[in-house]
Antibody, heavy 121, light 110 residues
Framework: QLQLQESGPGLVKPSETLSLTCNVSGGSGSNNNYYWGWIRQPPGRGLEWIGSIYYHSGSTYYNPSLKSRVTISVDTSKNQVSLKLTSVTAADTGVYYC????????????WGQGTLVTVSS | QSALTQPASVSGSPGQSITISCTGTSSDVGGYNYVSWYQQHPGKAPKVMIYEVSNRPSGVPDRFSGSKSANTASLTISGLQAEDEADYYCSSCTSSYTLVFGGGTKLTVL
């Protein structure tokens, strides 16, 4: 059974960089032909797609509203996908989910359980 | 990109049917058959209930169904059960190879 686990600091100071990783375990077959996405959810609010990366080529797709601050990358040797979000503010506080999806057209697939990140001094 | 439009809340009694709408534009919902629906219980990760407008993943009860007409997609839950009480989100791809969610709908089972 494929499992995705997000990890990283639970507290980040304003203006600093939020860094999270998504570790993949279990499942069968290669991750090469999948997209890996990040989605976030501020407390008490709705879901927001941050961006996705195609594991095989490293091609990235970002939410236009976050594009200037976001970098998503893949470390194939570690079976890991990373998210970096720069110049964070309190508005970036929320639960961050990673997901594996089969097409850039849809986020349906496997999701991690999410990790809470709080931006505060 | 603008969020898709969903009603903030819907309610129904056990056994009844409810429908949640998700309205976008011809550049997202209306232009592609890639609408998904997610169920989220408090404190839990979202779970895919419908993908590609009307397909159910394995394990999702057939009480859940999806459809689309023009720029509006719909999720229908028939034979409402207490455990269906949750937040529901729709999502769609866009013409710019991005993804957008609806604002979410809180379903209350009376």
């Amino acid at each position: 059974q494929l499992q995705l686990q997000e990890s990283g600091p639970g507290l980040v100071k304003p203006s600093e960089t939020l860094s999270l990783t998504c570790n993949v375990s279990g499942g069968s077959g290669s991750n090469n032909n999948y997209y890996w996405g990040w989605i976030r959810q501020p407390p008490g609010r709705g879901l927001e797609w941050i961006g996705s990366i195609y594991y095989h080529s490293g091609s990235t797709y970002y939410n236009p509203s976050l594009k200037s601050r976001v970098t998503i990358s893949v470390d194939t040797s570690k079976n890991q996908v990373s998210l970096k979000l720069t110049s964070v503010t309190a508005a970036d506080t929320g639960v961050y989910y990673c997901a594996r999806h089969g097409t850039i057209r849809s986020l349906s697939g496997y999701w991690g359980q999410g990790t809470l990140v709080t931006v505060s001094s | 990109q603008s969020a898709l439009t969903q009603p903030a809340s819907v309610s129904g009694s056990p056994g009844q049917s409810i429908t949640i709408s998700c309205t976008g534009t011809s550049s997202d919902v209306g232009g592609y058959n890639y609408v998904s629906w997610y169920q989220q219980h408090p404190g839990k990760a979202p779970k895919v209930m419908i993908y590609e407008v009307s397909n159910r993943p394995s394990g999702v009860p057939d009480r859940f169904s999806g459809s689309k007409s023009a720029n509006t997609a719909s999720l229908t839950i028939s034979g409402l059960q207490a455990e269906d009480e949750a937040d529901y989100y729709c999502s769609s791809c866009t013409s710019s190879y991005t993804l957008v969610f609806g604002g979410g709908t809180k379903l209350t089972v009376l």
